[in-house]
């Protein structure tokens, strides 16, 4: 388990993307138009992307196991919305797509299963070869 998100898979994944890019990225942006689902107070906060890469108008989503399988630690939880936390995962995760789609945002998913993981999910972290996967897939990604 890592020890803050700047030792999470995510981060380690983005990071070796910038590094085949060459370009930097915001990590967590959000953007003024993506937003959740109303609260209580009818407030929708901006739901943030994993990262986004400017210069090739990129957001890059790195999808941990619960993004695809259930961890009924992660999901267990209702939220605002009235649904279990994998439910909304879910939501969110297609909500973010397609609003990309919208506005005309190249959108690349990396999951964890693209790459060599442990049973848990957890990437096993071989630069070297996670670093060439990542790189066929930004080599057949379409840009938009």
Request: glycine share 4%; charged share 35%; no cysteine.
């Amino acid at each position: 388990m890592p020890k803050t998100r700047f030792d999470s898979d995510e981060k380690y994944v983005i990071d070796l993307i910038k590094d085949i890019l060459g370009l930097e990225y915001e990590w967590q942006k959000k953007f003024d138009t993506l937003r959740g689902d109303p609260g209580k107070k009818g407030h929708m906060k901006k739901l943030p992307v994993d990262a986004y890469f400017l210069q090739r108008n990129l957001i890059v989503e790195y999808r941990e196991k619960q993004h695809s399988q259930s961890v009924n630690i992660m999901n267990r939880r209702m939220t605002i919305s009235g649904v279990n936390r994998g439910d909304q995962r879910k939501i969110y995760d297609m909500r973010k797509e397609l609003w990309a789609k919208e506005n005309n945002i190249n959108f690349l998913v990396i999951n964890f299963s693209d790459l060599v993981h442990k049973k848990s999910g957890r990437l096993y972290r071989n630069k070297e070869k996670d670093r060439e996967i990542i790189s066929d897939f930004i080599n057949r990604f379409e840009w938009r």
